[in-house]
C-alpha cells in the first residue's frame, strides 16, 4: 500500500501545528493525502500558512483555535471536529514548550503548573477526549511528541519541561497497554536539539552550535525529520510498534 493510498481520507488531528514539527508534520500529512486539522492556540496567521501548505500539496483540511490547557477545552475542540461529520483515525500530540529557562531554586507554583499543563496534562486529556471515537471504530493511532530532555534531564532551567517530557514517555506505555485490545496503537518520537525557531527562541548559537559538536552526526535535526518519523509511526508500516519511544536524536544520546 503506498503512503499516499492509505492516509487517503484520514482525518489527523495535530496540535501545535502553527510551527516547528507540527507544521512540518501537517505538511507531510498533506503530501500523504490525509485530511489535516491544524491546531493552534494564539498564531492563527501562522496556522493558515500550513493549512495553505497541505492543500498545496495535495491534502486537505481546516484550521481550529484551541486551549488546550483544560479538560473542558480537550473536549470543546473535539466537540467541533465532530459537528464537521469527521473522526478523528490519527492524533498527535506535539502542542508544548519550555515557557521559559528558570533555575529550580526561582520555580513557583504558577510556572510549574503551566509547565505541566502545557506539555503533559493536555496531551492526556485530548487523547482521553479521542480515544472514544477510536475505541468505536476499533482502530486509531496516537503519537506523543516527547523531547530528549526526558532522558538526560534537560538544560539548565529546563527542569520542569525535562519531567513533563520523561512523563509522556510513561503515559505513552500506559495508554499503549490499556487500549491494545481495543485495536489502538500509542507511541512516542523523542527528537534531539531540532534546528526550529522553538530551539532558537530558549537556546543561544553557541549553545546550539557546541549540541551540533557533541552528535556524532554533526548537526542539529530538522523539524521535517521528526516529521517523517511520526508519518511512519502512524502507517501501516509500523503495525507491530506499540509503546514505544523513538529517540530522533542523530546519535546525541544512545541506549
Given at each position: 500500500?503506498?503512503?499516499?493510498?492509505?492516509?487517503?481520507?484520514?482525518?489527523?488531528?495535530?496540535?501545535?501545528?502553527?510551527?516547528?514539527?507540527?507544521?512540518?508534520?501537517?505538511?507531510?500529512?498533506?503530501?500523504?493525502?490525509?485530511?489535516?486539522?491544524?491546531?493552534?492556540?494564539?498564531?492563527?496567521?501562522?496556522?493558515?500558512?500550513?493549512?495553505?501548505?497541505?492543500?498545496?500539496?495535495?491534502?486537505?483540511?481546516?484550521?481550529?483555535?484551541?486551549?488546550?490547557?483544560?479538560?473542558?477545552?480537550?473536549?470543546?475542540?473535539?466537540?467541533?471536529?465532530?459537528?464537521?461529520?469527521?473522526?478523528?483515525?490519527?492524533?498527535?500530540?506535539?502542542?508544548?514548550?519550555?515557557?521559559?529557562?528558570?533555575?529550580?531554586?526561582?520555580?513557583?507554583?504558577?510556572?510549574?503548573?503551566?509547565?505541566?499543563?502545557?506539555?503533559?496534562?493536555?496531551?492526556?486529556?485530548?487523547?482521553?477526549?479521542?480515544?472514544?471515537?477510536?475505541v468505536e471504530k476499533k482502530r486509531g493511532v496516537i503519537v506523543?511528541v516527547g523531547s530528549i530532555a526526558g532522558r538526560n534531564g534537560?538544560?539548565?532551567?529546563?527542569?520542569?519541561?525535562?519531567?513533563?517530557?520523561?512523563?509522556?514517555?510513561?503515559?505513552?506505555?500506559?495508554?499503549?497497554?490499556?487500549?491494545?485490545?481495543?485495536?489502538?496503537?500509542?507511541?512516542?518520537?523523542?527528537?534531539?536539539?531540532?534546528?526550529?525557531?522553538?530551539?532558537?527562541?530558549?537556546?543561544?548559537?553557541?549553545?546550539?552550535?557546541?549540541?551540533?559538536?557533541?552528535?556524532?552526526?554533526?548537526?542539529?535535526?530538522?523539524?521535517?525529520?521528526?516529521?517523517?518519523?511520526?508519518?511512519?509511526?502512524?502507517?501501516?508500516?509500523?503495525?507491530?510498534?506499540?509503546?514505544?519511544?523513538?529517540?530522533?536524536?542523530?546519535?546525541?544520546?544512545?541506549?
Amino acid at each position: 500500500m503506498s503512503t499516499q493510498s492509505e492516509f487517503r481520507d484520514k482525518t489527523v488531528l495535530i496540535t501545535g501545528a502553527s510551527n516547528g514539527i507540527g507544521a512540518e508534520t501537517a505538511a507531510l500529512f498533506g503530501e500523504a493525502g490525509a485530511r489535516v486539522i491544524v491546531h493552534y492556540n494564539k498564531a492563527a496567521d501562522q496556522a493558515a500558512t500550513v493549512l495553505s501548505r497541505v492543500r498545496e500539496s495535495g491534502g486537505d483540511g481546516q484550521v481550529l483555535q484551541g486551549d488546550l490547557t483544560t479538560m473542558a477545552g480537550c473536549r470543546e475542540l473535539i466537540s467541533q471536529i465532530r459537528g464537521t461529520g469527521r473522526s478523528i483515525d490519527i492524533l498527535v500530540n506535539n502542542a508544548g514548550s519550555l515557557i521559559k529557562r528558570t533555575p529550580i531554586l526561582q520555580f513557583t507554583q504558577e510556572l510549574w503548573d503551566q509547565v505541566m499543563t502545557l506539555n503533559l496534562t493536555s496531551a492526556f486529556f485530548l487523547s482521553q477526549a479521542v480515544l472514544p471515537g477510536m475505541v468505536e471504530k476499533k482502530r486509531g493511532v496516537i503519537v506523543n511528541v516527547g523531547s530528549i530532555a526526558g532522558r538526560n534531564g534537560g538544560g539548565m532551567g529546563a527542569s520542569a519541561y525535562s519531567i513533563a517530557k520523561a512523563a509522556i514517555s510513561t503515559m505513552t506505555r500506559s495508554f499503549a497497554k490499556e487500549f491494545s485490545p481495543h485495536g489502538i496503537r500509542v507511541n512516542c518520537v523523542s527528537p534531539g536539539t531540532i534546528d526550529t525557531n522553538y530551539h532558537r527562541t530558549f537556546s543561544t548559537q553557541a549553545m546550539l552550535d557546541s549540541i551540533a559538536a557533541a552528535t556524532p552526526m554533526g548537526r542539529l535535526g530538522t523539524a521535517r525529520e521528526v516529521a517523517e518519523v511520526i508519518l511512519f509511526l502512524c502507517s501501516c508500516r509500523s503495525n507491530f510498534i506499540q509503546g514505544q519511544t523513538i529517540e530522533v536524536n542523530g546519535g546525541f544520546m544512545m541506549p
